[in-house]
């Protein structure tokens, strides 16, 4: 057996503090200047940055990153990817990122560990199966999987879900998308940073960006702590950061960030085949390859930068938790987090040029972000390198703000966002 696959190779390459492995992404220092500037080392981030080496042949490239790659929202989330969302629009972006998810692995020669092991959105009331009717029904029209399921195929499919006597939120049947299901966040973040350094990328780790360059309304670079990055074309990836970022430009984002709160429970045996989400309780679980229960909720609407859960979101998740699947009752927590996501107004995200020449944004995703990321660097790459949009993005353009054609998914779906 190789080296490379060999259990005693791994445990001393352990012992000796992994020395002797080489590093999966080049720990680049920023030139004095690049053709374009990614601000944000996320899966946006990173994956703008593949693109715009693969699809157009441009790999002058700095992705900066103010901390560690995979140390924000790409690693703080419940890593669910699915595209059973109700207008034209979301479909087309959301399946587009999942279609490039579902050849992924094979396109970065890294396992991401996708598992498409099907999402349920399930109903309690016939109010909510009427939800469901119209989202499957959409998903359908808009050529993506959806189908309703009866009570009963429901049950048959998530056996655990409370059927008791005392149910409060007995299951009425829901909407069922086969090719939903989870992939490793950190896998796709060290994915496309090591494809993208393969191409010829510069990633910068730890250099924050202070301000944007700007001359005669025109973007020519950036001031970080690690000095002056010239370039003319500039995307920024930076999630809730981006309100910041572009202020000093005299850019507006109609943005809000709140936290999203998720939770890991102690590992159990197989249990749960599938991603569940409850559209009463408001609560999502699925159970990881190494058995814990992964579990969210709605967010919490204190708008906020903090990266820290708190009681009352716990309280309100796990009561949802224990409704849907008392048998988990007994189970342990290990973890409580908050990713900090950036919401604006129809709950759809940003991606277009900004109000100054040569700087692109891509943000807003609230809480669809970890699942969008392929579709958001693909899109995000097309507008810098050709200096126009995609079709998919062009309808999610900051322009929508001023014509009032946005793209309601919350109320399109009936869910808080």
């Known amino acids: 057996m190789s080296r490379r696959y060999s259990a005693f190779a791994l445990f001393r390459e352990g012992l000796k503090g992994q020395r002797g492995w080489q590093p999966a992404w080049r720990k680049a220092k920023p030139q004095p200047a690049y053709d374009v500037i990614i601000i944000g080392g996320g899966g946006h981030g990173l994956a703008t940055a593949y693109y715009l080496a693969k699809n157009h042949g441009i790999n002058r490239v700095a992705v900066l990153e103010r901390g560690w790659i995979g140390g924000g929202n790409t690693g703080r989330n419940t890593t ?5 969302y109700f207008y034209p629009e979301s479909v087309a972006l959301y399946d587009l990122a999942l279609r490039l998810y579902e050849g992924l692995s094979r396109e970065l ?22 939800i469901c009717t119209r989202i499957a029904n959409a998903m359908q029209l808009n050529g993506v999987d959806g189908a309703v399921m009866t009570a009963e195929e429901a049950i048959r499919r998530a056996p655990l879900l409370n059927q008791g006597p005392n149910a409060r939120l007995r299951c009425h049947g829901g909407v069922w998308q086969g090719r939903g299901g989870v992939a490793r966040h950190d896998a796709v973040a060290w994915g496309y940073a090591r494809a993208a350094s393969g191409l010829g990328i510069d990633i910068v780790e730890n250099c924050s960006v202070k301000e944007l360059l700007i001359e005669s309304g ?26 910041g970022l572009v ?23 197989p249990c749960l085949d599938t991603v569940l989400l409850s559209l009463g309780a408001g609560t999502y679980v699925s159970q990881s390859d190494k058995g814990e229960m992964v579990i969210g909720g709605g967010l919490d609407r204190v708008p906020t930068h ?26 342990k927590l290990l973890r409580q987090w908050a990713g900090v996501v950036d919401v604006v107004p129809d709950s759809s995200p940003i991606i277009g040029p900004a109000p100054v020449e040569g700087l692109y944004l891509n943000c807003g995703w609230g809480t669809g972000g970890f699942k969008a990321i392929p579709a958001g660097g693909w899109l995000l790459a097309h507008l810098l390198a050709k200096g126009e949009h995609h079709e998919i993005s062009r309808p999610f353009d900051l322009d929508r703000f001023e014509t009032g054609r946005l793209i309601d998914e919350a109320a399109g779906s009936g869910i808080p966002h």
Do not use: W
């Not at 669910?80 to 059973?84: L, M």
């Not at 020669?109 to 009427?130: C, D, F, K, V, W």
């Not at 973007?219 to 309100?243: C, F, L, M, N, Y």
């Not at 984002?253 to 999203?260: G, M």
């Open 109 to 130: 020669n890294y396992n991401i560990m996708l598992s498409q092991r099907g999402m349920l959105m399930y109903a309690h009331t016939p109010t909510q199966m009427e």
């Open 247 to 269: 202020a000093g430009a005299g850019v507006k984002l109609p943005i809000l960030t709140y936290a999203l709160q998720a939770f890991v429970s102690e590992p159990v045996k």
């Open 306 to 331: 903090g990266q820290k859960g708190n009681l009352p979101a716990q309280a309100r998740v796990l009561s949802g938790l224990l409704e849907m699947l008392p048998s988990l009752g007994q189970l």
């Open 218 to 243: 025109r973007i020519t670079g950036v001031e970080t702590d690690q000095g002056t990055i010239k370039a003319d074309r500039v995307g920024i990836a930076a999630a809730s950061a981006s309100p």
């Open 80 to 84: 669910a990817v699915r595209s059973n």
